[in-house]
């Protein structure tokens, strides 16, 4: 079983940087896509950025790209999103997610494991 913990949320002002973290428990993290996912108070869970496996490529959505950066290191079981430019509608709890099928795209129902979310608030 995977297990996930998010950390590195907080209070920054728009225009301001955070990063967020996810540690992996297992000895197969280098095996998995890894994904960040966002979810507004009342809004649905959207797609972030997704990592491959083996770190080579990522992809990002459209209203981060040029601001987020998803990165990982397979030897410390970590995944975690750089986040530059805030605005104050990146406001959201930020989930990772893992995948173990061949490939992980923007929708939820490719990744199988989900960490418990971190805060994050962009204030204006």
């Known amino acids: 079983q995977v297990q996930m913990a998010e950390s590195g949320g907080g209070l920054v002002q728009a225009g301001g940087s955070l990063r967020v973290s996810c540690a992996v428990s297992g000895r197969t993290f280098s095996l998995y896509h890894m994904g960040w996912f966002r979810q507004a108070p009342g809004k649905e869970r959207t797609f972030v950025a997704v990592i491959s496996a083996s770190g080579l490529s990522a992809n990002y959505a459209d209203s981060v790209k040029g601001r987020f950066t998803i990165s990982r290191d397979n030897g410390k079981n970590v995944v975690a999103l750089q986040m530059n430019s805030l605005k104050p509608d990146d406001t959201a709890v930020y989930y990772c997610?893992?995948?173990?099928?061949?490939?992980?795209?923007?929708?939820?129902?490719?990744?199988?494991?989900w960490g418990q979310g971190t805060q994050v608030t962009v204030s204006s």
């Open positions: 997610a893992a995948s173990n099928r061949r490939r992980a795209g923007d929708e939820a129902s490719d990744y199988d494991y």
